[in-house]
């Protein structure tokens, strides 16, 4: 008997190929999916039917402040309702927390929903330069925040975020953002960034 498994039947599938979607059925078996297209119903297996409403791979929220509501609101409702099933942080170079500190947290207490984040640069600028922001780093600056945001990709951040339109990262120039951007390509890592000004 397929007593694990779970039948989808008459779903509109979009199974994010990049092919057109189709009508089929989808088996689902332990929580891993094992079959799709013209699957033949197993005897006892449970059988739902989704009467041809869309189904799909989880969808990514390339720019999420949600992350630091994780610990009150693990399912957040609103997320779930759209499909997402992963959140990607610190894509305007903040984050509430270090990086470490946010991971860790987030593995004592998992969510409905996965997360990623990228290096925020904004966190960097504070803890090299503190108070004395309002100006060009020097290199010594640039290079102890390269080597805050080398610890966050050992960490597996996706690279590097910037929100260059908020304090403290507004006074940054282009040298630091360059080679803050290098660092994170030596891992493969991508660059994100608020613009500095989003006015006409």
Not at 97 to 105: C, G, H, L, V, W
Request: no cysteine; charged share 20%.
């Amino acid at each position: 008997p397929a007593r694990d498994t779970l039948l989808i039947i008459d779903a509109h599938i979009d199974d994010g190929s990049g092919q057109a979607a189709y009508m089929g059925h989808l088996r689902v078996q332990n929580g891993v999916i094992v079959a799709i297209g013209n699957v033949v119903p197993q005897n006892g297996e449970r059988i739902w039917d989704a009467k041809g409403l869309a189904l799909a791979p989880g969808f990514i929220d390339p720019h999420s402040h949600y992350n630091d509501l994780f610990i009150t609101k693990p399912a957040p409702a609103s997320v779930l309702a759209q499909g997402i099933t992963t959140v990607i942080s610190g894509v305007d170079g903040y984050t509430a927390k270090p990086i470490r500190e946010m991971f860790a947290e987030f593995e004592r207490s998992p969510a409905a929903v996965n997360m990623a984040a990228f290096g925020p640069h904004n966190n960097y600028r504070s803890t090299v330069m503190g108070d004395d922001f309002r100006r060009v780093a020097t290199a010594k600056e640039i290079a102890e925040m390269r080597a805050l945001l080398k610890v966050d990709l050992d960490e597996g951040v996706l690279g590097l975020g910037t929100g260059v339109e908020y304090e403290p990262a507004l006074y940054s120039n282009i040298q630091e953002l360059i080679a803050l951007a290098k660092e994170a390509s030596q891992v493969g890592g991508r660059y994100t960034s608020h613009i500095r000004s989003e006015d006409v």
